[in-house]
């Protein structure tokens, strides 16, 4: 805060040297006529009179130097008093509201912002404790900066509520700062008073908005997870009977594909071969459906144990193989280290490769690849299902794991959307993930992180199970 300046009247004059200057003038001129009697009658001697010269021309020299330097004072006096009245204006001229206080909280003086803030005039202000323009909570707290002002050198601030003579109340910044003598006796306070209440109603407007705000988000969340608790029960429920169903259809169409019923003609052979694909498709939807249910409700149960990371790819290729020859799609599997060991449930790596593997296939059109990678870091082992596909646009690529979201296929083929959502909470509830890199050339690249069984890893290059991988 800057203090504001002392009033000229309360200003230290600037001593008068003119009559000290008039005695030493008189004096000087009874010994230059002492001087000339002496010069005349030479009665002392000449040893006495040359004294009395020097003594003279001695005097002659303070008086020009007392003369000098009485000039010097008035040139100060002059230039103080005018920067004291420069200084008085903007006291007088600031925006903002200064006050002056005794020690004991009475207005000393104040400036025109002061007065319009009080609604009083200035010279009602003076003699009035500044307490009195203060409501019941802020007196404390202004006798309160008063004390700490006293045993402090330092700027005390804090807000106060201001009534004015009208009875308007107004918020107020306020800030004191002690004002001491040379001896470091304190004799008066001085006060910057700063009027927030236009940013006190913002703020409390702005207060009311965000509860009001808050109560709504949390309405609305609240609704939100009653329907997604109903929607979670409904997928649960109905995917369940749907599954129950479709495993009646999935028995009786390989009874009567096996023959079982009696021999069956070429049309009704395709009718339920096409059946029983239907089926697959079908059950293939509803596991999704059961997987996410159980995801969302947090039942989902893992079996954490050591898995063979080849064994689990070569027995995933192995079921996607015929999808692969039939639409023409060179499957590749590249396994690296034929020992890498995950710590994971083998149930749900399959499940997941098989997701990758399948959307890579589905997604790939006819004389294209699909390529398997296995490597490892000290700590995780990744598996790399690339593909010759159109990719995923820029834009996409963030949706293709939310829920329900569906790319177009260049086969027409379609999907709940879940797959690569369940995938990769599966990936992450076993300590991994599952995610969508940049790879070298056209098409898509998910990597597949789990973490290894470092102490476990034992030697199973014997058992290479890189004959059973197929190449269609």
Known sequence: MSNPPHRVQRATPVLNLALPIAFWQDGIDR????????RSARSDGPGAFDELELTFEELSVAEEELRTQN?????AQHVIAGEEERYRQLFERAPVAYLITD??????????????????????????PLVVFTQDVSRRRLRSMMRTVAASECNITTTLNVVSRRGVVR????????????QGTLVEIRWLLVDRTKQARGNRRRRR??????ELVEARTAEL?????????????VSHEIRTALAAIGGYSEMLEMGLRGPLTAPQATDIRRIHHAYEHLAHLVDDLLSYSKLVAGQLQLDITDVPLAGAITAVTELVAPQASASNIHLEFDAGDWSLIVRADGDRVRQILLNLVGNAVKFTPAGGFVLLRCSASDRDAFVEVSDSGAGI???ERDAVFEPFVRLPTPTGAGGTGLGLPISRDLARAMGGDVVLSDGAGPGSRFVLRLPRSIPLARSTASADPRAAARSP
């Open 31 to 38: 010994a230059r006529a002492r001087m000339m009697e002496l």
């Open 71 to 75: 000039e010097e004072l008035a040139r």
């Open 103 to 128: 020690t004991h909280g009475s207005i000393a003086d104040a400036n025109e912002a002061a007065s319009r803030m009080l609604r009083c005039r200035r010279e009602h202000l003076v003699g009035k």
């Open 171 to 182: 918020r107020v910044e306020a800030t004191a700062a002690p004002a001491r003598d040379y």
């Open 209 to 214: 908005q965000t509860a009001a705000l808050a």
């Open 225 to 237: 997870v009653r329907t997604q608790a109903i929607k979670d029960r409904l997928v649960a429920t």
């Open 393 to 395: 646009a820029e834009h």
